[in-house]
DNA sequence: ATGTAATTGATAATGATTATCAAAATCAGG
DNA sequence: CCTGATTTTGATAATCATTATCAATTACAT
């Protein structure tokens, strides 16, 4: 199911499935959920291929990001993390543990009270992007 | 009234106003609503004073905004830019426009709901940081 | 004044990402 | 199946922002 979505969107794109390719997505989706740096990726993809270049890395995921196969958001620390993105178009928010630095999700769209708003002011709102930042059940000392 | 508050400040953690950081301060003050980079502050900084390191500026601004004088954050391009951000301690948005660059700012703090909602399930949340994405009103093509 | 600690600025080092370019792989037509 | 054109790859160099280093300057406390 995922990699029929995938290879049609790719197919739409006119990109190639080519080995290195396959194998960074296969990372991908065994990684859904987390977020990953292109060091990360790079890493496990060798683990599974071997014989792939760190710039195929950069490459792959800067394009899979640009066809909305995956997401690519910039976190504290100013490194780029990739994660699956499948359909979700738009809403898609993060909880950063000020502790352990665990990235949870928050699918909850509250934020469209304040899109309309804005767009009243005629500004015309195309994404958003929200972080949270404090600390997740396991570190919260109230817990 | 400005300088009264950010005194204080300095004080309250020790931190000297030396010539150099009473002149990346001055910057700060000029450029309110503006959100700089370390070298653009860095060029302002040498047009009054001519005899300022960027390690200076670096340092400076980091510590800055470590005491909360200043707010630093990262936009997409994976550089910091840091504003003057008195006493607002907390919520903070910005509308980047797709098309000119211009970044504005939303006041609205509508996210109360969903920070209730998150520490319903546990977590402890202290900050957020959200970033709408579309076009300004000058650049939007309904306008 | 004088010794101690903090600050500065030039510059080197780092880390992530991007650019370059020749070699390898893939493709389309014959 | 060949074959020349195009795309993709991977090693490596280049870039860009930020951080670390360290000797020299400055400010502070006695
Ligand atoms: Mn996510
Ligand atoms: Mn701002
Ligand atoms: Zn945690
Ligand atoms: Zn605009």
């Not at 394009?63 to 979700?88: H, P, Q, W």
Request: charged letters at 25%; glycine letters at 6%; a negative charge.
């Amino acid at each position: 199911m995922v990699w029929k979505t995938i290879s049609k969107k790719l197919d739409e794109n006119e990109y190639r499935l080519t080995p290195q390719r396959e194998v960074i997505l296969q990372v991908m989706i065994d990684n859904r959920g987390k977020h990953l740096s292109a060091d990360e990726v790079y890493i496990e993809a060798r683990g599974k291929s071997s014989n792939i270049g760190i710039a195929t890395v950069y490459r792959t995921l800067e394009k899979l990001a640009s066809i909305d196969v995956l997401y690519k958001t910039i976190f504290e620390g100013g490194k780029y993390r990739y994660e699956l993105s499948l359909g979700e178009s738009h809403q898609h928010h993060h909880i950063i543990c000020l502790q352990c630095g665990h990235i949870s999700e928050v699918e909850e769209d509250l934020l469209h009270n304040l899109e309309i708003h804005l767009e009243k002011q005629g500004y015309k709102i195309l994404d958003h992007e929200l972080k949270f930042y404090g600390y997740c059940p396991q570190c919260n000392p109230k817990n």
